[in-house]
């Protein structure tokens, strides 16, 4: 079945990194976008990144830019997110979630989410 | 950036009646040249991660029951659950996908009465 799973959160000091991975299965991922979201506990949904098909068009919240990094790599069917200099406030469950495609702009709901991974900055 | 708001905040029902959730976004994210408005409304459940219900403003995910139905156009949204049930207390997100930052609403909490 269609399927996401996140891995690589934890407990990290401020100004520390972590690599949050996202394994894609049951569907084609060099078909679709894919696009990172966080929660911060008690909080609201975040919208943090987005990456089209080939890796070529990124977009990032004001509050990642410049820290954060998403990549993918089609031949693993992996999204990532590398994450650098993490404040407290960085502090949420992380997911990645699936962006079919649109003809006309490019951009769409998050039609499937992975579980999510919790990243404690502390 | 296109600001989202939600109300209300919560939202408190009884069975079977019917749920209203309002959204509106600072500009448009209606897109002339399909005459799309790129507007979804997520239900999050406790513990779990978001499920998209309704996306386009009105089109309805596969497997999403039919109480659950998307209105409006431009800038003003409304989420409808037409007879609420147990299994849809729940946290309520718009969202537009107009344009990057993808921004989300606040969030309006539906309760059982």
């Known amino acids: 079945q269609v399927q996401l799973v996140e891995s690589g959160g934890g407990l990290v000091k401020p100004g520390g990194s972590l690599r949050l991975s996202c394994a894609a299965s049951?569907?084609?991922?060099?078909?679709?976008?894919m696009s990172w979201i966080r929660q911060a506990p008690g909080k609201g949904l975040e919208w943090l990144s987005y990456i089209d098909i080939s890796g070529s068009t990124i977009y990032y919240a004001n509050s990642v830019e410049g820290r954060f990094t998403i990549s993918r790599d089609n031949a693993k069917n992996s999204l990532y997110l590398q994450m650098n200099n993490l404040r407290g406030d960085d502090t949420a469950v992380y997911y990645c979630?699936?962006?079919?495609?649109?003809?006309?702009?490019?951009?769409?709901?998050?039609?499937?989410w992975g579980p999510g991974t919790l990243v404690t900055v502390s | 950036d296109v600001v989202m708001t939600q109300s209300p905040d919560s939202l408190t029902v009884s069975l079977g009646e019917r749920a209203t959730i309002n959204c509106k976004s600072s500009q448009s994210v209606l897109y002339n040249s399909n005459n799309k408005n790129y507007l979804a409304w997520y239900q999050q459940k406790p513990g779990q991660p978001p499920k998209v219900l309704i996306k386009?403003?009105?089109t309805r995910e596969s497997g999403v029951p039919d109480r659950f139905s998307g209105s409006g156009s431009a800038t003003d949204f409304t989420l409808t659950i037409s007879s609420l049930q147990a299994e849809d207390v729940a946290v309520y997100y718009c969202q537009q996908y107009y344009s990057p930052p993808f921004t989300f609403g606040p969030g309006t909490k539906v309760d059982i009465k």
């Open positions: 979630a699936r962006v079919p495609d649109d003809f006309w702009r490019g951009f769409n709901a998050f039609d499937v």
């Open positions: 386009w403003a009105t």
């Open positions: 049951g569907f084609t991922f060099n078909g679709y976008y």
